[in-house]
């Protein structure tokens, strides 16, 4: 059974920092794995999403990385913004219809 | 258009009430879905129809029944709820659920519910 890990589970940082959240998965046989947004009470927003294939992809400040052979992928944020807070959820597609997510990382970037 | 809709966006309801939930997406997705979402949790998958034609169960209890009157439409129907059923209800679409490595699911903003 796949299992998802997202650490830290929480994270605080001044404006302005580089930041890294970190996402590991035990079965290597994913078909993408997904980097989502939530805000508080909200729905997903769908932020990067990497090919099994593939081993990273940009979107402006952000960057994600796969290493599927690891079992792993890292959320970069640059240059880090108080708008920038939310919960940051990681999920591998595992089969058409299923997505396995982790606990997510709450981010909190302070003025 | 990438939007998937979900009214209402918060509800209260006793344990007796019969009430429904409603999606709507207008991307030409033939796959929808319904998740619950506890508080700090990630979402848990409920329910998956692909063509209009329920394709997963998760083993949900049948207080709660989906239907998927067209392709455009997803609704959850509630009945005798219990307190512990009160979390985030989200709803989902996808192209058809394939092993396409580029499918992504487009989540709607979801409908607060709580059970008194």
């Known amino acids: 059974k796949q299992e998802v890990t997202q650490i830290p589970a929480a994270l605080s940082v001044p404006e302005g920092e580089n930041l890294v959240l970190n996402c590991s998965f035990t079965?290597?046989?994913?078909?993408?794995l997904q980097w989502f947004r939530q805000d508080p009470g909200k729905g997903l927003t769908s932020l990067l999403l990497?090919?099994?294939?593939?081993r990273e992809q940009t979107s402006g400040r952000l960057n994600a990385s796969l290493d599927k052979s690891s079992g792993r992928s890292t959320l970069y944020i640059a240059a880090s913004q108080p708008g920038d807070s939310a919960t940051y959820l990681c999920a591998v597609k595992t089969s058409g219809s299923r997505l396995t997510f982790g606990e997510g990382t709450q981010l909190t970037v302070n003025p | 258009d990438t939007e998937v809709t979900q009214t209402p966006k918060h509800l209260v309801m006793g344990m007796t009430n019969k009430k429904s939930l409603k999606c709507e997406q207008h991307m030409g997705h033939r796959a929808m879905y319904w998740y619950k979402q506890k508080a700090k949790k990630p979402p848990e998958l409920m329910f998956v129809?692909?063509?209009?034609?329920?394709?997963i169960n998760e083993s949900v209890p049948s207080r709660f029944s989906p239907e998927c009157p067209n392709s455009s439409l997803l609704n959850l129907h509630l009945h005798a709820l219990q307190p512990e059923d009160s979390a985030l209800y989200l709803c989902?679409?996808?192209?058809?659920?394939?092993?396409?490595?580029?499918?992504?699911?487009?989540f709607g903003p979801g409908t607060r519910l709580t059970v008194l």
């Open positions: 989902a679409s996808s192209q058809v659920p394939t092993s396409a490595s580029t499918d992504t699911q487009y």
């Open positions: 990497i090919q099994s294939s593939q």
């Open positions: 129809y692909s063509y209009e034609k329920l394709s």
């Open positions: 079965d290597s046989a994913i078909y993408n």
